[in-house]
């Protein structure tokens, strides 16, 4: 069965740090792209961050560059998401996701919530 698990989500004040963590399973993980996506409530679900099936290539959006890191560790079958000096703008339900060319899988999702 097909599972990516999100966890680390919570409550941080604004220039706070949290790391994301999705652990996948059911699935061959080192075949798959990972991605960070996030959904602000009344916004669409916005890519944030990829990492390539080996961990070589990186990408992140304007708005996190800089602030945000994606890492995955093959071997444990997991995702991270480091995000540091956080914003209210960056409040939003976080999604973990796998995608190579035949397949996209999805998790739940974990809440970030960035307020004083």
């Known amino acids: 069965q097909v599972q990516l698990v999100e966890s680390g989500g919570g409550l941080v004040q604004p220039g706070g740090s949290l790391r994301l963590s999705c652990a996948a399973a059911?699935?061959?993980?080192?075949?798959?792209?990972m991605n960070w996506y996030r959904q602000a409530p009344g916004k669409e679900r916005e890519l944030v961050a990829f990492i390539e099936n080996v961990g070589r290539r990186k990408n992140y959006s304007d708005s996190v560059k800089g602030r945000f890191f994606i890492s995955r560790d093959n071997a444990k079958k997991m995702v991270y998401l480091q995000m540091n000096n956080l914003k209210p703008e960056d409040t939003a339900v976080y999604y973990c996701?796998?995608?190579?060319?035949?397949?996209?899988?999805w998790g739940q999702g974990t809440q970030v919530t960035v307020s004083s």
């Open positions: 996701n796998a995608r190579n060319a035949w397949h996209e899988h």
């Open positions: 059911g699935f061959i993980f080192n075949q798959y792209d």
